[in-house]
């Protein structure tokens, strides 16, 4: 049984170099084999990542790795579909495999715990947390969370069986947050998964990133999902410099908006519309849903006014403005104006030099310390 990460990375080699670092500093008690794999999902960054992958191995010459190999991913494919499929060609079975993102940051010592988890659980799929928002001071090497005091409150260290809250908190649908099996039992479920997301009447750039929301309802369906409420990642860098606030911020969650009608369209399938286990997510879902409306309008992220407007309609939730400015609240009011204002992805902030200037060695000195 080996531990296997997956790192798929598409144009964004400077947070793979962080992202990738905070895993090969990953130490552990216990021997046992342990690989990553870096598809790159993108031919014209070949050499980049290739470059990148070098850079971080000769700046962790202790890493605990047998190897880290660079593969080209299939492009021909929806990427979520090459990416489990890249799993199910490299590893065997019962092997653990994990998929970390590009973007985000690994925490200390989580990989072996997940190790230890995975090898003792029954379950084949199983979940954690991640953390939100973090800060980093300009010219400072200083991090700072948002509830910085929790992150490493919880010291118990247990899985257990999920229930339909965790599914709302954890899993929707951040890979990282993920540790799996390769079994045939988890196969069954990834291809049920891929099942309903090819059922679903939306472009695969909507429909397909959900697979792994769409995983975790089918091994909650078939009880063999287990949870930890413990965070262990730090969830999507985009190095933002940002004057008015802080001089730079990491991380920014997706189109929450988009996520939650995503998701209600899931659990209105064939094989989950009529199933009482899941009414619990579907009430916190369309609860949400209206917080979010005028974000998701201005900010689609790729997605068409008319497909999202059918996301509405499928979903059988109204499009309420007025419903939306009765619940207007000052978060509300800073969220929206975060992602029209401030997000590098409209004022293409050059991120590159930052990114590749700053040492992650500081800023995870910081984390082992308050951890410890």
Same mark, same amino acid.
Request: hydrophobic residues 40%; charged residues 25%.
């Given at each position: 049984?080996?531990?296997? &990460?997956?790192?798929?990375?598409?144009?964004?080699?400077?947070?793979?170099?962080?992202? /990738?670092?905070?895993?090969?500093?990953?130490?552990?008690?216990?021997?046992?084999?342990?690989?990553?794999?870096?598809?790159?999902?993108?031919?014209?960054?070949?050499?980049?990542?290739?470059?990148?992958?070098?850079?971080?191995?000769?700046?962790?010459?202790?890493?605990?790795?047998?190897?880290?190999?660079? &593969?080209?991913?299939?492009?021909?494919?929806?990427?979520?579909?090459?990416?489990?499929?890249?799993?199910?060609?490299?590893?065997?079975?019962? $092997?653990?495999?994990?998929?970390?993102?590009?973007?985000?940051?690994?925490?200390?010592?989580?990989?072996?715990?997940?190790?230890?988890?995975?090898?003792?659980?029954?379950?084949?799929? @199983?979940?954690?947390?991640?953390?939100?928002?973090?800060?980093?001071? +300009?010219?400072?090497?200083?991090?700072?969370?948002?509830?910085?005091?929790?992150?490493?409150?919880?010291?118990?260290?247990?899985?257990?069986?999920?229930?339909?809250?965790?599914?709302?908190?954890?899993?929707?649908?951040?890979?990282?947050?993920?540790?799996?099996?390769?079994?045939?039992?988890?196969?069954?479920?990834?291809?049920?998964?891929?099942?309903?997301?090819?059922?679903?009447?939306?472009?695969?750039?909507?429909?397909?990133?959900?697979?792994?929301?769409?995983?975790?309802?089918?091994?909650?369906?078939?009880?063999?999902?287990?949870?930890?409420?413990?965070?262990?990642?730090?969830?999507?860098?985009?190095?933002?410099?940002?004057?008015?606030?802080?001089?730079?911020? &990491?991380?920014?969650?997706?189109?929450?908006?988009?996520?939650?009608?995503?998701?209600?369209?899931?659990?209105?399938?064939? $094989? *989950?519309?009529?199933?009482?286990?899941?009414?619990?997510?579907?009430?916190?879902?369309? =609860?949400?849903? $209206?917080?979010?409306? *005028?974000?998701?309008?201005?900010?689609?992220?790729?997605?068409?006014?008319?497909?999202?407007?059918?996301?509405? +309609?499928?979903?059988?939730?109204?499009?309420? @403005?007025?419903?939306?400015?009765?619940?207007?609240?000052?978060?509300? *009011?800073?969220?929206?104006?975060?992602? @029209?204002? /401030?997000?590098?992805?409209?004022?293409?902030?050059?991120?590159?030099?930052?990114?590749?200037?700053?040492?992650?060695?500081?800023?995870?000195?910081?984390?082992? =310390?308050?951890?410890?």
């Amino acid at each position: 049984m080996s531990l296997v &990460i997956f790192v798929p990375t598409f144009k964004r080699p400077t947070t793979l170099l962080w992202s /990738l670092d905070s895993v090969l500093k990953q130490k552990f008690n216990t021997d046992f084999q342990r690989r990553i794999i870096v598809i790159n999902n993108d031919h014209e960054t070949k050499t980049e990542v290739e470059k990148t992958v070098a850079a971080v191995t000769k700046n962790n010459p202790s890493h605990q790795f047998a190897e880290i190999i660079v &593969i080209q991913g299939n492009t021909s494919m929806p990427a979520i579909k090459n990416i489990y499929g890249t799993i199910r060609n490299l590893t065997k079975e019962e $092997d653990i495999a994990i998929i970390h993102c590009d973007d985000d940051i690994m925490l200390p010592k989580t990989l072996s715990e997940r190790y230890y988890f995975a090898t003792t659980s029954k379950q084949d799929v @199983l979940i954690a947390k991640a953390i939100g928002t973090a800060y980093f001071f +300009e010219n400072k090497n200083y991090v700072c969370f948002t509830g910085f005091k929790k992150v490493f409150e919880n010291k118990s260290n247990k899985y257990f069986p999920a229930i339909s809250d965790d599914l709302t908190n954890y899993s929707i649908p951040f890979l990282s947050v993920y540790t799996f099996k390769t079994t045939i039992g988890f196969w069954k479920l990834y291809d049920q998964a891929i099942g309903w997301s090819d059922e679903m009447p939306y472009h695969p750039r909507i429909k397909y990133p959900f697979v792994p929301f769409f995983i975790g309802l089918s091994a909650f369906k078939n009880k063999n999902l287990s949870c930890s409420d413990t965070n262990i990642v730090i969830r999507g860098q985009l190095f933002k410099f940002n004057k008015i606030n802080l001089p730079v911020i &990491i991380t920014e969650y997706a189109n929450t908006g988009i996520i939650l009608l995503t998701g209600l369209s899931a659990l209105m399938n064939k $094989d *989950l519309a009529n199933d009482k286990d899941y009414n619990k997510i579907r009430e916190d879902f369309k =609860n949400n849903v $209206d917080d979010f409306v *005028l974000q998701t309008l201005f900010r689609r992220d790729g997605v068409k006014f008319n497909e999202l407007k059918y996301l509405f +309609e499928t979903t059988s939730t109204p499009l309420n @403005l007025v419903n939306f400015i009765t619940k207007i609240n000052i978060k509300t *009011l800073r969220n929206l104006f975060n992602n @029209l204002i /401030l997000d590098t992805r409209y004022i293409k902030t050059n991120i590159k030099g930052w990114g590749e200037k700053n040492s992650l060695k500081s800023f995870w000195n910081k984390l082992e =310390n308050n951890n410890n």
